[in-house]
C-alpha cells in the first residue's frame, strides 16, 4: 500500500511536468491535452485521498467524485478525438453530451446519502487495510454514460482508420488501442473489486500516450515517404548519396542522364559525374557547380549541376545530393533575346549598334590585318517607297541582304545601319571591286517591270586610323558615294587619297591644340570696327595661330576641324579670356574700345556660356557691354529655343549680342522675327560686287532700313573699298569693319593703328 501511495506522488509530479510541457503549444489539440492532464492529475489526487482515507463518508464521497472525474476525463478524451481525427465540425454536436455528464454529478452527489449507485466496505487484503467499492442495483447510471462516452471516441476512431490513408493509419490505431487499454484495465479493477484501484496508472499513461502522438509525433517513415513522393515527381534531377554510393535517383534525374531503374543506385557520386555528366576535373571537391550540355539529343540539352555536402546537425558528413536543373528553355530564350537585340527584324543582319561593336571587336583584334569598311547607299531610295510602296522597298532592302549573304566572303563582318544603308567590314585583300558591282546589278534589277530604275553604290574607306569610331568609318564611306551617285557608269567609290592626307593634317593639328593653348601660341589678333569718320569703337577678337614650325595658321583652317571634333569649346574659352584680358587692360587705361567674340553653336552644348561669361567679366572686372558677342545666323537657326534664351539671360546682364554673317543662312529675314539681337552684322563677302550690281546694292540697302527700323545697330563687315564706305553711309550703316581701314593685327599694332585710321580716312 506505501508502493502504491508512493507511485501515486510520482505520477502526480509527471503529470504536472507533462503539463507545463504541454502549455508551451498552443494549439486547440494541446488545450485538450492538458486539460486531459488537469483531469488526470485530478483524478490521481482523488485516488491518493481515497486510498488513505479512514472514513467511510468521506470514502464514499471520494469514490463519487471519482467517478464524475472519469466522465470527464472521457469527455474530453472525446473532444481530443474530434480534433485528433480532424473532425471539429462535429463538436458543436458532442457538447450536447454535456448534460448526461451534469445528471451523473447530481446521481452520485446523491449517492453519498442515499447509497443507491454504489456502498463503500472496510476490507483488510494482502495490501493492507482501506475501503474497498461495492456496485449498489443503479451502478450501470453511471457505466452507460460513461461507456457511450468511450464508445463515441473509439467509433470515431474506427471510422477515421477505415478512411485515412494507409500512412496515416497507424497513428490512429495506436490512440485506438490506449483508449482500449484503459477503458479495459479499468473493467478489470471494477471486476475484481478487492483491489486497489490501479487503473489510474492507465489515465496518467493515456494522458502522456496522447501528449506523445498528438503533439510530437511524426512518423519517420511518413517523413520518409512525402519527401521521396515530393522528389520524385521534382522538375530538377535528385540523386541523393550517402558517405559512399547512391541511394535514390528520382524519375528527373533518370531521365536527364537516359537511364532506367536502379541503374545508378550503389554508385558512387564520382562514377556518375564522369560517366554521365562528362566531367573528369575536380570532381572530388565537396561542393561543385558546373553546366553539362548534352548534344546527343536531337536538340542539344544544357543543364545546370550542383553537388552539395550533406552534413548532420553535430557536423559530420552524412553523405550529399547532386541537383541536376535543366536550363534548355531559359537559354534558349536569353539567346533570342540576344539575337533580337542585336539584328535586324527585317533582313536578320546584324543591326547599326551590334555591326559596329562587332566591327570595333574584329579591329582591336586584329591590329596586323587591313581592313576596308564598304557602306552602300541606293540613290533616290526614298522614292521607291513613295512611287511604288513600302512592299516593293521591303523588297529592295531584303534582296540586299540575300546578295550580301551569297557574295561575301566568310570574314566579312556586316549588318544594315538603316534604312537601305547597309555597312561591311573586310580585310583589304578579299576587297573586289567585281563582287560589288555584281552585287549592285542584281539589286538594281529586283524588279524589272518598274520603269523606275534604282542605282545602288558603295563607298570604300580604308581603314587608316583605327582610333576612329566604326560609325565615323561609315560615314566617310557613305560620304564618298555622292561624288558618283549621278554617275550611271560607276557603282563604286573610294574615300580619297588626298582627303587621307588633310586626315593626316586634321589628326596633327588636334593632337597639337592643347600645346598650342598651354604655350600661348594660340593667341587673337584684332581688327578695328570704325565709325565712318575713322574713329575707332571696338575691334573683333579673331582667333590665330602662330604654329612654331608652320607659321601662322588661320582660323579658315582650324576652326572647321575643331567644330567637326567637337573641340572648338577649348578654343573659344581661351579666346574669351584673351579678349577679356584685353579690355582689363583698356578700361584700366581708359579706352572705351569694346570687343567683340565669336561663339560656335558647339559651344552651347559643351559649356554653360552664360556662366563662363559672367564669371569672365566678373574675374576681369569689365563692363558687360564692352564685351560683345557674336553668333552666327546659322547657328540661330539650328535651335532657335536654346539660343534665344541664351541671348535673352545675356542681354539682360548688360551684353551685346550680334547676329555675325547675317545674309549667309536661308532663314534670315524670318528669323528676325522671334529673334531681338542688338546689332546685325552683314558681311559685304555675300554680296558679291555690290558696288555694281544695283540688285546687291538694293537688298543691302533693305536690310540696313529693316535692321534699323527694327532697332539693331548695323555693322557692315568685310568692306574694302572707299566705294562701298560711302555706298554704305549713304544707307546710315552706323558701324564698318574691314581691309579698307585694318586688317586683323596684335594688340598693340591695333593701339598705333586707331589715330593712323583716323587720319588717313
Ligand atoms: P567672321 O567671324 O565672319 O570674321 C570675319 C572674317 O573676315 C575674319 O577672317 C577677317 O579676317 C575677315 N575679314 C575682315 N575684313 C575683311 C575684308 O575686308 N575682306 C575680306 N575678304 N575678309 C575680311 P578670319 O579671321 O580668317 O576668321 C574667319 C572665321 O573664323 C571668322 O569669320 C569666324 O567665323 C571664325 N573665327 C575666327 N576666330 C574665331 C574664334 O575665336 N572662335 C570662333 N568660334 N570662330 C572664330
Ligand atoms: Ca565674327
Ligand atoms: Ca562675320
Known sequence: MAF??????????????????????????????????????????????????????????????????????????????????????????????????????????????????????????????????VPGPLFQVHGVIIYCLVAFSLIVLAVKIVKAPFIYKKKFYFVFAVIMVIVGLNAVIMFVGDTLDFSVYGYAGGALLFYYFALNYIPGELINQTISAVSREARE???????????????????????????????????????YLDKESGITEDDMEFNYTDSDSSEPKYYKVSYHTLYDAKGEHIGGSLTIYDKTDEDKELREQIYLATHDTMTALYNREHFFTRAEEVLANDPDTKYVIIASDITRFRLVSDLFGEELADRVIIKISEELRNALPKEAIYGRLYSDRFAILLPKRLHDEKMLISIADSVNRVDKQYAYTI????????????????????????????????????????????????????QEIISELDDALENGDMTVFLQPIVKYDGTVVGAEALARWIHPVRGLISPGVFIP???????????????????????????????????????????????????????????????????????????????????????????????????????????SLNMLKDFTADVLKIDMKFLSNADEDKRSKEILRSVISLAKNLGMVVITEGVETREQADFLEEHHCDLYQGYYYSKPVPEAEFIQKVDEIKNTI
Open 237 to 275: 534531377g535528385i540523386i541523393i548519396f550517402d558517405e559512399e554510393v547512391c541511394t535514390f535517383a528520382n524519375n528527373a534525374a533518370m531521365t536527364f542522364l537516359k537511364v532506367e531503374g536502379d541503374v545508378l543506385l550503389g554508385k558512387s557520386k564520382e562514377e556518375i559525374i564522369k560517366n
Open 561 to 667: 576641324i575643331f567644330e567637326k571634333r567637337n573641340l572648338i569649346v577649348k578654343v573659344d574659352v581661351y579666346v574669351w579670356e584673351l579678349a577679356c584680358k584685353i579690355l582689363n587692360r583698356w578700361v584700366r587705361e581708359g579706352k572705351d574700345w569694346f570687343v567683340s567674340v565669336n561663339i560656335s553653336t558647339k559651344d552651347i552644348y559643351f559649356v554653360d556660356v552664360f556662366d563662363v561669361f559672367t564669371r569672365l567679366v566678373s574675374k576681369y572686372s569689365i563692363p558687360p557691354e564692352k564685351l560683345r558677342i557674336e553668333i552666327t545666323e546659322s547657328a540661330v537657326a539650328q535651335d532657335v529655343k536654346t539660343v534665344t534664351e541664351l541671348i535673352t539671360r545675356l542681354q539682360r546682364i548688360g551684353f551685346v549680342v550680334e547676329i555675325d554673317d547675317f545674309g549667309s543662312g536661308y532663314s
Open 455 to 506: 542605282k545602288m553604290c558603295f563607298g570604300v574607306y580604308e581603314v587608316v586610323d583605327r582610333d576612329l569610331p566604326v560609325n565615323v568609318m561609315c560615314d566617310r564611306a557613305l560620304g564618298c558615294i555622292t561624288s558618283i551617285k549621278e554617275d550611271y557608269r560607276k557603282y563604286v567609290a573610294y574615300y580619297s587619297e588626298e582627303s587621307l592626307e588633310s586626315l593626316k593634317r586634321e
Open 4 to 133: 502504491f501511495v508512493g507511485s501515486l506522488v510520482i505520477v502526480e509530479v509527471i503529470l504536472i511536468l507533462q503539463l507545463i510541457a504541454a502549455r508551451r503549444i498552443k494549439t486547440e489539440i494541446s488545450k485538450s491535452i492538458q486539460q486531459m492532464i488537469i483531469v488526470g492529475a485530478e483524478i490521481t489526487l482523488v485516488v491518493f485521498l481515497q486510498t488513505i482515507c479512514t472514513d467511510e463518508i468521506l470514502s464514499r464521497a471520494l469514490f463519487g467524485l471519482y467517478f464524475c472525474s472519469t466522465d470527464w476525463l472521457m469527455f474530453i478524451v472525446g473532444k481530443f478525438i474530434l480534433l485528433y481525427t480532424n473532425n471539429e465540425r462535429y463538436l458543436r454536436r458532442f457538447y450536447y453530451s454535456f448534460p448526461l455528464l451534469i445528471f451523473d454529478i447530481f446521481f452520485l452527489g446523491l449517492n453519498i446519502e442515499h447509497q443507491f449507485a454504489f456502498s463503500v466496505v472496510k476490507t483488510d487484503t494482502l495490501m493492507g487495510e482501506f475501503y474497498k467499492f
